[in-house]
């Protein structure tokens, strides 16, 4: 539909009906001063009422506002998910600071998690950079990313923009003075997802399940713990966000569980890109890319000696859990706590 | 040479994303040029100057920034055109919510910040309403959430324009911005263009001087409130 086709009704339905078919409406009119409003009156009986001076200072006269509302409805009517679905994206090796090429080709899936690794300044970022803007042999590193195997189209390019890729990393913080519920529900209504309720809810249970230490719905979001924080954050890009890429750069080690966190990701059918230097993570991704000097030196594939390996780090990963416990509970932290490593 | 203006509440980054997006255009030094302008003092040209980024500072002092800001654009214009300028930002800070610099035809684009509040988006106003592209920086310290309901919260009031994400300190995010400055349209002159939007109203008694409290002080355009009886 377009915005025009809406204009009939709109002046036929009185808008307390328009309303409740389009409930976001609700938030122009407020936008407009116009959040009370008489509901059995059609917009244009309502706009007749209104000074017209009040009008102008939105800069529009009255057809332009019912106009305007059209567009509206019309914008946020549009299929939810214009992102469609990603069933790979590809990076093609550009090259790195000192202009030798990069030797890549790495397609990667959705329910991969594909780790990254090097020296601070060695171009992570400017990797993930490169992702999220769907470069094409035009950014400092001429890497070309494919989406399911093609280049993607220049408007895609542009519409895409900022839908694409959601980012977690550990400097993010929340600064809207909401409770956990609210906050949740906030963004639900962002995504236009219907039976909100239960999505919230599940986020909610989600979320602490990840937590090392449990918060309730009325917490205010600022309040949290940064272990809770980030519990949050995951759940809620893993359940309510749209982008079908997550970016994360580095997860706290504390107070949260970090790899039911990436299984959720994962679990949610989304690409998981990670910048991380902690083993545990690291190990626990299907691939590694290794920068240097600006550019992917390799890319290695964890293999089945460091997936043993990882065993044993979760091993002692769970007993470094166990004695942060013990302190949180208030206990004395007793020598048994730790096995005796074999000498070899 | 074209023409982008640039605008956006104060401290909301609009410097910084236009350095990175001059460094991301990637243009021979000296021919993208930025005309500031600002109401008391500034301190971008400082920013500027250590990028050898030819600029020219003009302040508003006592006049309505707006219409400060609409009789000295085509002066800036034709300075850029003498100084042989591929690219002309103009940066406008210390305006009102209520105006919007954008002139039909020419990119405009609006700068806020992720950390002003969700609900910013829709207090801005024109200047937000009536950009072509908006700009929403620091999301680097907000969770995705937030970005997300800020994004839809600017949808809400302009659902036409492009919002771009893009971080100040690190520069991600202004190459996509840069690519949408190179489409800007070519001019040689703004004369006789039209303003996208009205400026403020004006002239008052305030406007000349007055500085006296009473209604018998006030003349002009001069809107009263209207409070609930008690």
Same mark, same amino acid.
């Given at each position: 539909m377009k !915005?025009?086709?809406? !204009?009939?009704?709109?002046? !036929?339905?009185?808008?307390?009906? /328009?309303l409740r078919r389009y409930p976001l409406a609700v938030d122009y009119l407020a936008n407009m001063r116009l959040d009370r409003v008489d509901e059995f009156k059609t917009l244009p009986e309502i706009l007749e009422d209104v000074d017209e001076d009040i009008l102008e200072e939105f800069g529009l006269d009255r057809e332009e506002v019912i106009f305007h509302f059209c567009a509206f409805l019309e914008a946020f009517s549009r299929k939810r998910d214009s992102v469609e679905a990603i069933s790979s994206i590809t990076i093609l090796g550009g090259r790195d600071k000192a202009g030798r090429p990069e030797m890549v080709e790495l397609t990667i899936t959705p329910g991969e998690v594909v780790s990254i690794v090097g020296p601070t300044g060695s171009g992570k970022s400017r990797l993930l950079e490169d992702i999220e803007c769907l470069a094409q042999r035009d950014t400092p590193t001429a890497r070309q990313i494919l989406i399911n195997g093609s280049v993607p189209d220049l408007d895609k390019r542009f519409s895409a923009g900022g839908k694409l890729v959601a980012q977690l990393s550990q400097n993010m913080n929340f600064v809207m003075d909401l409770t956990v519920q609210e906050f949740l529900e906030m963004h639900a209504k962002s995504r236009m997802i219907s039976g909100s309720a239960a999505v919230v809810e599940k986020c909610f249970a989600v979320a602490n399940s990840l937590a090392g230490e449990k918060f309730t719905l009325d917490t205010k979001v600022t309040q949290l713990s940064g272990g809770q924080s980030r519990s949050l954050m995951i759940a809620d890009t893993a359940l309510l966000s749209s982008s079908p890429i997550i970016l994360i750069d580095e997860l706290e080690n504390a107070g949260i569980d970090r790899r039911e966190a990436v299984k959720l990701l994962v679990g949610n059918e989304k690409i998981v890109?990670?910048?991380?230097?902690?083993?545990?993570? !690291?190990?626990?991704?299907?691939?590694? /890319?290794?920068?240097?000097?600006?550019?992917?030196?390799k890319v290695i594939e964890t293999t089945a000696e460091e997936e043993q390996t990882l065993q044993k780090i979760e091993a002692i990963d769970s007993i470094l859990l166990d004695i942060r416990n013990q302190l949180r509970g208030g206990g004395v932290v007793a020598k048994e706590s730790i096995p005796e490593f074999q000498e070899n | 040479m074209k023409l982008i203006t640039v605008a956006g509440p104060p401290s909301s980054g609009k410097t910084s994303v236009i350095l990175k997006t001059i460094a991301a255009l990637g243009l021979p030094e000296g021919s993208v040029g930025v005309v500031k302008f600002d109401s008391l003092t500034s301190f971008d040209h400082q920013r500027y100057d250590e990028q050898q980024i030819p600029n020219q500072t003009a302040f508003a002092g006592k006049i309505c920034p707006d219409h400060h800001f609409v009789s000295n654009v085509e002066g800036a214009v034709e300075w850029g055109m003498k100084k042989g300028l591929s690219v002309l930002v103009t940066e406008s800070a210390g305006l009102c919510n209520r105006c919007s610099p954008y002139v039909n035809g020419i990119l405009s684009v609006c700068v806020i910040d992720n950390l002003s509040g969700v609900n910013t988006p829709r207090k801005i106003g024109p200047m937000l309403k009536y950009a072509d592209i908006i700009v929403v920086t620091k999301g680097d310290v907000v969770s995705q959430a937030e970005r997300e309901v800020f994004a839809f919260n600017i949808r809400?009031?302009?659902?036409?324009? $492009?919002v771009l994400f893009v971080n100040g300190i690190t520069g991600q995010g202004a190459f996509m911005l840069a690519r949408y400055w190179q489409d800007a349209l070519d001019i040689r $002159? %703004?004369?006789?263009?039209? %303003?996208?939007? $009205?400026m403020p109203a004006a002239i008052c008694s305030y406007c000349t001087g007055e500085t %006296?409290?009473?209604e018998m002080y006030q003349m002009g355009m001069v809107k009263r409130m209207e409070f609930d009886d008690v």
């Open positions: !915005a025009l086709d809406y !204009a009939a009704e709109v002046s !036929a339905v009185p808008i307390g009906d /328009i890109l990670m910048s991380t230097h902690d083993p545990l993570l !690291a190990l626990r991704a299907d691939k590694r /890319i290794v920068i240097r000097n600006g550019g992917i030196a | 809400e009031v302009n659902a036409s324009a $492009t $002159t %703004l004369r006789d263009r039209k %303003l996208r939007f $009205t %006296l409290i009473g």
